[in-house]
């Protein structure tokens, strides 16, 4: 293979296009390109049943589909969250004109430690935000009985965590709401989107409001927004449900592949024994002693291969410099978080790499071994 030719971290899952084409002639025929048409409810509908999910909801991403999830809980003061997370977490708090407030996370699960959250709530504390980060699922047992003593909600961040389940039970049964993201870069995409699996079917309508305007039968009921998914995405999340069990097939070869190659290389930590079956991304932390470079070095090392891996999620939310001097928002040290972020290396994972790629990033960390 042309060793020029770049290796990114992901690349997305695309359909034939033979296979979509039919679907966009049908949309160009009815003239229904959005607002709720017949791909966006089929894809709504065959989502909801593969998740398990009753009260599943479509957004125009997952971003939308989050903050819409807070203000259709009409959530008010402070939530507890992890700052080892894509800046959308946070920032949708924000949006939601709450207090995000960080809690350190465990070094084994890199999810919030149930541990530190009791010592952050206030009489202001309205949730708790857990992420299932790279598709490790939080430990929503204790997460859900520190809610229930305290009587907050608990919300989760599943964009990495699509088809995850928890001892069997579909990820989404914790929780008041769970959201999915369908972005280009994740599991299953329509491009762009979002779904939003909520507890309660009341929320869900609610959500449906908002994410419309607030409109019900012609009148603004509620303040909404617009979060809708249009008919294209929603087709092309269709024709990508035709071929997500190929892509899974795929990923665990390559999760498999890596699985072998590091458990002979020193300073190699992996994750697959806790990462869920989502299956999004292949995590390792470096160990610089051992494996003899550190995680930036290694990474500079991987560019000059043409290999380009990803340090999510560095810096942590807690020291974005419009954050980092928020004694309201950083109320306790974060020395797990700190830690971690320096360490941690998501590698080239997705189905593609079989053909393009997945040799020659054995070749590289075999030649370090
Ligand atoms: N919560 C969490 C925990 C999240 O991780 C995210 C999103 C969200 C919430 C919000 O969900 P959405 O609103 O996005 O549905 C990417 C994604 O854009 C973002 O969705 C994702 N997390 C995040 C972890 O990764 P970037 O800034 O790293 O994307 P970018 O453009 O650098 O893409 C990464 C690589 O993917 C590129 O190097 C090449 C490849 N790529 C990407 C795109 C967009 C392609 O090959 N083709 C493409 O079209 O954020």
């Known amino acids: 293979m042309d060793k020029k030719k770049k290796i990114y971290v992901t690349q997305p899952m695309l359909p034939d296009l033979n296979n979509v084409l039919p679907m966009l002639e049908d949309v160009w025929e009815s003239k229904h390109v959005t607002n709720f048409g017949p791909y966006h409810n089929k894809l709504e509908n065959e989502l909801a049943r593969l998740l398990k999910a009753d009260n599943l909801s479509l957004f125009s991403n997952g971003t939308l589909g989050l903050l819409i999830a807070l203000k259709a809980l009409d959530l008010e003061g402070e939530v507890i969250v992890t700052p080892f997370t894509f800046p959308a977490t946070i920032t949708c708090i924000e949006w939601a004109g709450l207090t995000p407030v960080f809690c350190d996370i465990d070094e084994k699960t890199l999810c919030l430690n149930p541990d530190l959250i009791e010592e952050l709530i206030t009489d202001k504390t309205c949730a708790i935000l857990?992420?299932?980060?790279?598709?490790?699922?939080?430990?929503?047992?204790?997460?859900?009985?520190?809610?229930?003593?305290?009587?907050?909600?608990?919300?989760?961040?599943?964009?990495?965590?699509?088809?995850?389940?928890?001892?069997?039970?579909?990820?989404?049964?914790?929780?008041?709401?769970?959201?999915f993201s369908l972005h280009a870069t994740k599991l299953f995409n329509s491009i762009e989107g979002g779904a939003v699996s909520f507890k309660s079917p009341e929320v869900k309508t609610t959500a449906d409001l908002m994410k419309n305007f607030g409109i019900n039968a012609g009148v603004p009921e509620i303040t909404g927004i617009n979060a809708k998914m249009n008919e294209i995405s929603s087709a092309i999340g269709l024709a990508n449900l035709n071929i997500l069990k190929q892509e899974r097939e795929k990923r665990e070869y390559i999760k498999n592949t890596y699985d072998s190659l590091f458990a002979h290389i020193k300073g190699v930590k992996t994750y697959s024994h806790i990462l869920s079956d989502s299956l999004q991304y292949y995590p390792i932390s470096i160990d610089a002693s051992l494996f003899g470079l550190s995680r930036d070095k290694l990474m500079t090392e991987m560019g000059k291969h043409n290999i380009f891996p990803r340090k999510y999620f560095y810096p942590a939310c807690h020291r974005y410099p419009y954050l980092k001097n928020r004694k309201?928002?950083?109320?306790?040290?974060?020395?797990?978080?700190?830690?971690?972020?320096?360490?941690i290396l998501c590698l080239p994972f997705y189905g593609g790499l079989i053909e393009n790629g997945l040799d020659r990033v054995v070749e590289f960390f075999s030649n370090r071994g």
């Open 130 to 179: 857990g992420v299932h980060v790279y598709g490790i699922i939080c430990d929503v047992e204790r997460i859900s009985e520190i809610a229930n003593k305290h009587n907050i909600k608990v919300i989760y961040d599943g964009a990495h965590a699509f088809m995850s389940t928890y001892k069997g039970q579909p990820v989404s049964d914790y929780g008041d709401a769970t959201m």
């Open 328 to 343: 309201d928002i950083i109320r306790m040290d974060l020395p797990i978080v700190e830690k971690v972020e320096q360490n």
